[in-house]
């Protein structure tokens, strides 16, 4: 199944139609965006209960929120992709780089991306989000606790995340909108398999980013585990698993987004985020972040 945030409520997504959860499950499952991962089991069965006469909608004209818009935790894995690790000069690492990608920066499908500088860098990520609690899990539990996919965005201020004298990363990527998510959650049932689908950015349609989540040197399941070995994760709980090559910022020239700039971001299977890129000049001045 796919679940999105439809007009700012919870909706099962058919094509290109859409149904409101919480009026079609009698409010079974909430209509607060994300709320439905806090009793994952009983949406998942609200929604294969569903009768064949139900009020679908044309999803034309409905503004799509992110689908889990106000998660408990929301981490951030970077070094996940040999190719991204090489292009930015690194050795491969022992463990991926674990950061916060703070919820504030979460935003839509097909919101705006705000820009406060001109150092800000595209990096296409699979999402996935828990419907279960996974504390000290193994690999399988971990699997067992997995509610969908999402594409993700995980935009990132390099000048802030690298700024002297130990880099910002968790700031320098949780700027508001700088976490674009969706267009829905997506089940395992509708993917052949996670750890093989191709993940594309294009920006104003030249491919930046092609890939395949293949290439994750650590897969999902192991992530969360080893995650879960450290801090107990939870439903609604989300992930950012990675970015494979071809980030702006260590292109030669570097390549850094502007006002005007349109980011598509797909991943096969799951769908597909188009944001539009516009300054923001709101920012203090002074020091950064
Ligand atoms: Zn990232």
Redesign the pocket.
Known sequence: MRIATVNGRAALLDGDRYLDLARATSGVVPATPGAFLQSWRQTQQAVTDLGSEQDWQPLAGARLGAPVPDPRQSI???LNYAGHVQESGLDLPDFPLVFA?LPGSLCGPNDDVLLPSESVDW?A?LVVALGGPLDRGSRQEAAAAIAGFMVGQ?L?DRRVQHQAPGGQHTIG?SYRTFGPTGPALVTLEELADPHDLEIRCRINGEVMQDGSTAQMMVDVCELLSMLSARLPLGPGDLV?T??PEGIGSTRNPPRFLRPGDVIETEIAGLGRLVNTCVADSTYPTGPRP
Request: aromatic residues 8%.
């Open positions: 951030g894995i970077g990608k990096e990520e995980d990132s990527k950012f990675g970015t």
